[in-house]
Every structure is written in structure tokens, then in C-alpha cells.
């Protein structure tokens, strides 16, 4: 398959691309496209044909559910069961955003787009180009991030060309996304509403509008021997090639020691990489120092965090490292992803 590689400005759409690639979605075809937290990898929601392309064209387990991506209100009943009152107080408060919300499905949706579950996860992002691509597909996306599985979630364009040339009809090029990790989850079927991924809409922020919010524990990287709630987290996502280790502590402490496991993997001719922040970038000798802004400025973290994974991939980075940080506020949803894709690897000094 040819795929068309098409660039947009999401203050200037040109309406007959989303036309076009809202037919493509209409006739079953896949098209990725922006969003503000990260790439999606669309197909119709409501066509099962679709939603299997999508996990073939990922190399996903046909297990792990997909979020169905709306751009109205009005457009969540039809799909779902009951909206509990929580998810009217939620969408007022995030929606359109970074937020997905799970409820139990009507049969409107196909088992294959929930991956076997009676449940379905609903988001209704606020990146305009997504939104006009939603209604011109008639209503319904499902979307996982557009990476190939197991890699770190697109955050550009071009991250989506990497991992899904030939494979799609159609890659929509926004620009980079604002927010840089996927959005928060939280299931809204179970008795306390749970957080199953935590993203840029906080728990204190959640706390706000419901009161009390329960956390799943699998996520905070406590407990391994539970399963965790949303299907996803249990794979290795977010993974470089090489080898990443998250060093705790002091930062003159931090910097001796990874400066020292530099030294030693370069001395056995291996390339070396670090993950840090402004603060300390000009201290550190590795053959690649990437920092993700300053440490006082969280978002820029999580924006930066995936494509810096993504660029010692392609410099050929065999171990690395990352300074940590602290998991308070959006930190929670930072270090879960480079808990994640350190494979919970984790030196204190
Ligand atoms: O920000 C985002 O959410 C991005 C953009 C494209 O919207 N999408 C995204 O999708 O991150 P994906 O497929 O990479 O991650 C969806 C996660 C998976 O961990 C999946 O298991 C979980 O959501 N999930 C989906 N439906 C679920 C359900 N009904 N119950 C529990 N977990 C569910
Ligand atoms: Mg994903």
C-alpha cells in the first residue's frame, strides 16, 4: 500500500484533505492524524473490519482495546450503556481534552473495537484537525497511539511515517502535539472511579470535580503481581532498543554515577545516552546528552520524554540513562511512562 503523507496547519485545515481522508476512514481505510497528546492511529470505530486493520497494521494483541475518539456531546450516548453523573461532571469539566473516560457499551460498538470487553474507553480531543477528521468520518474513531506496538507513542509526524509506512492510506502531519504523553484514563464502571493510566489531567485535578478517586495500584509500579485494569499497561510499551536505567537521588550523586557508567560502557565500545534536564546537561560525557527542559517546567518533560527515546533508537543508543523525577502533579504520569520504559529499572544512589 501506498501511504500519502499529507502536512496541515491546524489554524488553515484545508477542507478537502479531511474530505478525502474522511472517506478513506468511511470505506474502512486507516488514516493517522493529530491529536494533543499523541498521534492516533484511526480507523471507523463502528466497522469491526476496521478495527482489525488497525491491530494488524500495529502488530497489537487483538486484546488490548481501543479508545473510541468522538467531537460531540451528543455523539457519547449512542454508544454507551448509561452515563453515570460522574462522566456529565468530567466532560464539563476536560472535554474536549486529554481526558478518556470508560463506561459499559451499547451494542452499537463491535467487540472487536473493545477487544472482547463490554466496556469502551471514549475520548473527545480538542486538536482541531482530529475533530474535523472525527465528524467527517461520521462521528466515531478508534484510535491507539500510531506507533508500531512497543514503541514509544508518536509525538510528530514523521514518528508515524517511521512506524507505519505502507501500512496506512493516509498520515495527517499536524505539527509536533502539545502534550506529548497519552491521555489519562479513568473507569468510571467500577464502584470509586479508578485511574488506570495516569496523563496530563491530574488525580488532584480529578479529585476536584468527583471528590474521592481511586488510583490502580499496577500503575504506580508497586505491585507486579496484580494484572493491571487497562489491558494496555501490561506490555512493555514505550520501549527503547537499548537499555534504559532511571538513576534516584542526589543530583551531584546522579551525575557522578552516570558519568562513571558512561565511562565504563565507552570503554567496552558501547554508545551511551542520557536523559536530563537543563539544569545539569553540560555536566554530563555520554555520546548522546538529550535534555527535556528545565526541571521546574513539567510539561515540557512530558512533552520532550518520547521523542527523546525515539532519537536514541535511531543514533543507535545501547544503555542509557535518565535523571528522575518527582511524581507529584502531571510527575506521576512522567515517571510511569519512564518507569515503563525502563522496564521498572531503577538505581538509587
Ligand atoms: O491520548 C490517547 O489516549 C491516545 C490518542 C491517540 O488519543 N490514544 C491512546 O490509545 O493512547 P492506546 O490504544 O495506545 O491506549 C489505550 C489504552 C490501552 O492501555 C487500553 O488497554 C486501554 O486504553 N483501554 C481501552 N479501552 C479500555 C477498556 N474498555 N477498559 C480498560 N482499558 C481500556
Ligand atoms: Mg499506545
Known amino acids: 500500500m501506498k501511504t500519502e503523507y499529507i502536512e496541515l496547519d491546524e489554524n488553515r485545515i484545508d477542507p478537502d484533505v479531511i474530505r478525502r481522508a474522511g472517506a478513506v476512514l468511511r470505506e474502512g481505510g486507516l488514516v493517522a492524524f493529530p491529536t494533543e497528546t499523541v498521534y492516533g492511529l484511526g480507523g471507523d470505530a463502528l466497522n469491526p473490519e476496521s478495527s482489525r486493520k488497525i491491530y494488524a497494521a500495529k502488530g497489537r494483541p487483538q486484546d488490548n482495546p481501543l479508545i473510541v475518539h468522538i467531537c460531540r456531546m451528543e455523539d457519547l450516548a449512542p454508544i454507551t450503556e448509561e452515563i453515570p453523573e460522574e462522566g456529565y461532571a468530567l466532560a464539563e469539566a476536560f472535554w474536549p481534552g486529554p481526558l478518556t473516560m470508560i463506561f459499559n457499551k451499547s451494542i452499537l460498538v463491535p467487540k472487536e473495537t473493545t477487544g472482547g470487553l463490554s466496556t469502551v ?19 466515531y474513531i478508534a484510535a491507539p497511539s500510531a506507533n508500531a506496538s512497543g514503541r514509544p507513542s508518536p509525538t510528530l509526524g514523521r514518528h508515524c511515517l517511521e512506524d507505519l509506512d505502507g501500512k496506512v492510506e493516509m498520515i495527517l502531519d499536524g ?24 496523563g496530563y489531567v491530574t488525580q488532584e485535578m480529578l479529585e476536584q470535580v468527583l471528590g474521592s478517586v481511586e488510583i490502580d495500584r499496577t500503575i504506580l509500579g508497586e505491585d507486579s503481581s496484580l494484572p493491571p485494569k487497562a489491558p494496555g499497561m501490561k506490555y512493555r510499551h514505550y520501549a527503547p532498543r537499548g537499555e534504559l536505567v532511571i538513576v534516584e537521588g ?79 502533579g502531571l510527575g506521576q504520569a512522567v515517571m510511569n511512562r519512564l518507569m515503563k520504559a525502563a522496564g521498572h529499572r531503577v538505581v538509587k544512589v
Open 250 to 328: 542526589d543530583a551531584e550523586r546522579v551525575i557522578e554515577y552516570i558519568n562513571g557508567a558512561c565511562r565504563e560502557y565507552a570503554g567496552r565500545g558501547c554508545r551511551t545516552g542520557v536523559i536530563c534536564t537543563d539544569e545539569t546537561a553540560s555536566r554530563y560525557r555520554a555520546d548522546l546528552v538529550r535534555s527535556a527542559g528545565s526541571r521546574s517546567d513539567e510539561e515540557s518533560v512530558a512533552r520532550c520524554l518520547f521523542r527523546i527515546l525515539r532519537e536514541f533508537d535511531e543514533e543507535g543508543a545501547q544503555f542509557m540513562f535518565s535523571e528522575s523525577f518527582d511524581r507529584a
Open 121 to 139: 474507553a471514549v475520548r473527545f480531543p480538542s486538536n482541531r484537525i482530529a475533530a474535523e477528521l472525527i465528524r467527517a468520518a461520521g462521528g
Open 175 to 198: 505539527g509536533p502535539v502539545g502534550i506529548g504523553l497519552e491521555s489519562t484514563i479513568i473507569d468510571l464502571t467500577s464502584e470509586v472511579p479508578t485511574i488506570l493510566r495516569p
